[in-house]
């Protein structure tokens, strides 16, 4: 039996009100943008997300008093079973977004599923138990690289890194299937993940920089002046960072393919709908009755609320559907106008203090999976919450990426849920084998 003694050194109170204080929240804001006196109650969507939030709870204490060793029979499995269901959607399983023209779903009775969301779960699991107790090297990746495109990889009894072969097609592998649905927003959380990971493990930044510096090329060519710049500093880092000549070599023309040729080609490669968020960011008035509309509804909805905001319920942006996908993709400024300034940093500390809790259970755990787990899932949670604020005041493209706790869905409420519940897991299991 868990006596108190027992629960206040395994389980992190603070974390735990911190869940159930956002969740809460989300509620009232779902409600307040979607409640319909018309329609009976289970068919709100503030009263489905509570069901969601109930539903989610549950599995994160199932998943927090889990035993570690059935982690460690189910991780390769729920990861398989994850590639599963993307090929599925990619084969023409899914169910299509006419708006958007994504097929992201699967359609489930009363539920929808989106397999990039279960994904998420099975790739942080899988990467970290990949990681454990390994450092990673850019060299190494390149190496790992190489030898995947020539099956000759050379390198293995002179460097003994024959480890990082399984690295690159466990990332590669579910990131081009989600990008092939195409849900970028979400492929960018499994490179964020990543990322961070590698960061954890041990890869300097300078290494990160230049892992994801064709990306940056690419970005930067649509301004001369930028990509040059960006150039110039791409050498200086080359330069002090020493690594073999061909390594080298090959970064640089990378970046030169991407900067210069691969531009063209993957901007005519997005979907319509990605290019006109990218031209609204770089002009938001430029198509105000079209792609800009939303951008343009999200600053009126949040300067409107002021210091203290409209109060609950009184929103006009939100109640009157001036603010598109207002229990989604833009329930920060549902916030922002019933809530005002306030509420919005409210909010925001909330996060902060998550996040805060979710890494100090990583600098306590000694169990170099547990660390690898809740660092990923930091990860995910932090950058969702930057991108969609940073897209709601326009610092960002509008993207699909959902506010944790806050934003109406199903299987991304899980999702998050799942990830409070590897984190009290880690925390509650401390010190276990």
């Not at 590669?172 to 954890?200: E, H, R, Y």
């Amino acid at each position: 039996m868990l006596d108190r003694e027992f629960l206040e050194r395994r389980v992190d109170a603070l974390f735990v009100v911190l869940v159930l204080l956002l969740s809460a929240f989300g509620v009232l804001l779902v409600f307040s943008a979607t409640n319909d006196p018309d329609v009976a109650l289970s068919q709100n969507l503030w009263f489905k997300q509570a069901l969601y939030v109930v539903a989610g709870l549950l599995c994160a204490v199932v998943v927090a008093l889990l035993p570690r060793r059935i982690f460690s029979a189910l991780t390769w499995p729920l990861y398989f079973l994850s590639l599963g269901l993307l090929l599925y959607v990619a084969m023409g399983g899914g169910s299509v977004d006419e708006a958007k023209g994504a097929a992201r779903w699967i359609k489930l009775p009363g539920f929808n599923l989106q397999p990039s969301e279960v994904a998420k779960v099975a790739y942080l699991l899988v990467l970290s138990r990949y990681l454990s107790g390994r450092e990673v090297r850019l060299e190494n990746l390149f190496r790992a690289g190489l030898g995947l495109v020539t099956l000759r990889p050379l390198w293995r009894r002179r460097h003994g890194a024959d480890w990082e072969m399984g690295l690159v097609p466990l990332f590669c592998v579910p990131f081009l299937l989600i990008l092939k649905q195409p849900d970028l927003s979400t492929a960018l959380v499994f490179m964020a993940m990543t990322l961070t990971m590698f960061f954890w493990s041990g890869m300097p930044l300078r290494e990160l920089f230049l892992l994801v510096s064709p990306g940056i090329s690419l970005v930067t060519s649509l301004h001369m002046a930028a990509w040059v710049v960006f150039i110039v500093a791409l050498l200086a880092v080359l330069l002090r960072t020493r690594l073999q000549l061909w390594i080298s070599a090959a970064i640089l023309v990378a970046n030169l393919f991407a900067g210069g040729m691969l531009a063209g080609a993957a901007w005519n490669s997005l979907e319509d709908h990605q290019r006109s968020r990218l031209e609204t960011f770089v002009d938001p008035s430029r198509d105000d009755r079209g792609a800009g509309y939303q951008v343009r509804q999200s600053f009126v909805a949040i300067g409107s609320g002021g210091l203290l905001g409209k109060g609950f319920l009184e929103g006009s942006q939100t109640n009157l559907d001036f603010l598109p996908e207002e229990h989604t993709d833009f329930i920060f400024g549902v916030l922002g106008e019933q809530f005002g300034f306030v509420g919005c940093a409210g909010a925001l500390g909330l996060f902060f203090a998550l996040l805060s809790r979710i890494l100090d259970v990583a600098a306590r755990s000694r169990d170099p999976f547990g660390n690898f787990v809740v660092v990923g899932a930091a990860a995910i949670i932090g950058f969702h919450v930057a991108v969609n604020v940073a897209m709601t005041i326009g610092l960002m493209p509008v993207t699909g990426l959902p506010l944790p706790f806050l934003s109406y869905g199903g299987t991304f409420m899980m999702t998050v849920m799942c990830l409070c519940g590897l984190v009290a897991h880690v925390r509650f299991h401390e010190g276990e084998v």
